[in-house]
C-alpha cells in the first residue's frame, strides 16, 4: 500500500516542510518517518486506494455504465485488472461488519 495518493503526499509535505526549514528529520532513514505516517493513516483509513487500484475502479465503472459486454480478455485490457481482482477491490472498500452493526445501531437508537 506505499505507492497509495497519501503516502505519496505525506513524504511531499515531510520534505517540502524540512526544505523550508520548519521540521527537522534526524533519522538516517527519513523514508521511514513516512511510512510510519502512512500505517497510522491506514490504521484509521484502511480503505485507501492507490493510483492504480483507483483508476481501474473508474475504469469499470466506466465499462458498466456504457452497458458495454466485455469478454475476460478485454475487460482487462479495458480497466487494468480481471474480473475477479476488481471483486477483490471492491471487497477491500466494504466496511467491516461490526462497523455496519455499529452503524445500523446507532440509526436505530436516534
Known sequence: M??????QAIVATLERLEHNLDL?????????????????????????????????????LRVLCAGYRLDDAQFQRHVGMSRSEL???VQKLQ????????????RSAT
Open 24 to 60: 527537522l528529520i534526524t533519522s538516517s532513514q527519513p523514508s521511514t518517518v513516512g511510512h510510519a505516517l502512512t500505517q497510522a493513516v491506514l490504521g484509521v483509513s484502511p480503505h485507501l486506494l492507490s493510483s492504480h487500484e483507483y483508476a481501474a475502479l473508474l475504469a469499470g
Open 95 to 106: 466496511p467491516p461488519a461490526e462497523q455496519i452493526l455499529r452503524n445500523g445501531r446507532a
Open 2 to 7: 506505499e505507492a497509495t495518493v497519501v503516502h
Open 87 to 89: 471483486g477483490s477491490l
